[in-house]
């Protein structure tokens, strides 16, 4: 399978806040990556599942990390949801759900819990040892490495039969730890290599991503990219990273995303690097990318690659206010244009026909993505966040749409948008909830439509909330939708921003 921050004493660089304040326009928050992961073997979006019991069933990773720990403010935790015939569930649910939380504080896990950590800023799945269970990867941007403060860490939680357990967790940093690099701000895994027959860690920081390859028990710093200055393409500062096999080879594919200093930060762009038998080859450089995704919404056989962005100067020039949804379709050559191999993508925004709703400027549509087959098909479709959406007059309360594949591509027929005052779906919108900052497609309970989970990380003073939509041959249903924050799965400190971080 492949795929797809923060912290309270912050030194990050000018550009990276720069980049930050461009990417939600204001909103406050800062969106974690999709990040696709999975059993060796499989490479491609649609074999994902996140299954660290091994039991076929989607479960759910998700990241709190401005949590309070042993009275740490901010040192984060996560939480996992086991999927089952029923699908997931809280300790509160009828039927009760089985759960479990991690912090730094649980036995067995490395290091301790401390304030500004941002444990669970970013969470990806895949199986690192091999062993057939996928395994938890949790990055810890906000970390200290001794006097180095936001140096960063990642910690691994391994899978086995009975899911995730902290006997064998592991943590590690970068090769080369810096003060302000937040190591671990964004992390992925899939199968890049066939060097190893395991899956292969990615991790940014904001110098770029660096590899690791679980080897005797421990992970190894096996590479790294440095996407600021490398000389096969444009500068770019990292941020989002995404996996999917565009190509087809066998070989998982890797997209690492930000923006770019050679335009002044004014745009998304993504860094293409194929995956193969001896390791990652610079392929190209993509227009889009403070979020990406990966999926075959064609069902042509190769993954394609998703990009959103809030409008560039360039876009709103143009009339595309509120923010723009890219699809690169993949084939032989990798992910390309409509025209050419790095040509112009399928551009879309709420003002494409058929689309629901009006662009806005300050929606942030498109700067959290999903891809996953809702309608049981066989065609990937895709979940598009914008957090800054306007309810009515109420500011910034969020939206989530779904736009259908279909053997042409990405279409806006039987698109669909939901809000909290959708009829169906409990709650209601409230400014500064930032509902669908984090978005994700998953078939917890295993009957072939993929259920949308939406998160608002702003609600209730920040305690953040969860969402699940169910699916069914027509698309999303608002009947029948629940919710749950933190509490229902064993946090009882509150303004965690429970759901700022989703495994994809």
Known sequence: MTSTTRSRRRTASAALAAASFLLLAGLGIAAAPASYAGTPGGTSARDRNSDFDGDGYDDILIGAPDGTVGGKKGAGFVTVQYGAPHGIGTNNSVPKGRTALF?????????????????????????????????????????EAGALEDAGQVTVLYGSKNGLGAARSVAFASAAPAAGARF??????????GETPADVVAVLDQRGAELFTYSGGALRHTGSLDTTAHPAGR??????????????????????????????????????????????????????????ASGDINKDGY???????????????????????????????????????????????????????????????????SVGDVDGDGYADLAIGAPGENIGTVA?????????????????????????????????????????????LADTDRDGHSELLAAA?????????????????????ADGSWLYGAGALGDSAGTARFGAAIDE
Do not use: C, M
Not at 262 to 288: K, N
């Open 103 to 143: 912090s730094q504080n649980t036995a067995g896990v490395p290091g301790t819990a401390q304030t500004g950590d941002s444990f669970g800023a970013a969470v990806a799945t895949g199986d690192l040892d091999g062993d057939g269970y996928d395994d938890a990867v949790i990055g810890a941007p906000g970390k």
């Open 184 to 193: 671990g701000l964004a992390v992925t895994a899939a199968r890049l290599t």
């Open 235 to 292: 500068a770019i500062q990292p941020a989002y990273l995404t996996t999917g096999d565009y190509d087809a080879d066998g070989y998982a594919d890797l997209v690492v995303s930000g923006y770019s200093p050679d335009d002044d930060y004014a745009q998304g762009w993504s860094a293409v690097y194929s995956g193969g038998e001896h390791g990652l080859t610079h392929l190209r450089d993509l227009r889009g990318g403070i979020s990406t």
């Open 303 to 369: 993954d394609d690659l998703v990009t959103g962005q809030n409008s560039s100067p360039d876009a709103e020039a143009e009339g595309l206010t509120g923010g723009l949804v890219g699809v690169y379709y993949g084939g032989e050559e990798g992910p390309k244009g409509l025209e050419s191999e790095d040509g112009t993508p399928q551009w879309w925004t709420q003002n494409s026909p058929g689309v629901p709703g009006t662009g806005e400027h300050g929606d942030a549509w498109g700067s959290e993505l």
């Open 396 to 440: 910034d309360a969020g939206a989530v749409w779904l736009l259908r594949g279909s053997a042409d591509g990405l279409t806006a027929t039987g698109a669909q948008s939901f809000d909290q005052n959708t009829a169906g779906v409990p709650g209601t919108a409230e400014s500064g909830d930032l509902w669908g900052a984090q978005v994700r």
């Open 457 to 477: 990380p702003g609600e209730d003073t920040q305690d953040g909330v969860v969402w699940q939509l169910p699916a069914s041959t027509k698309g999303l249903v």
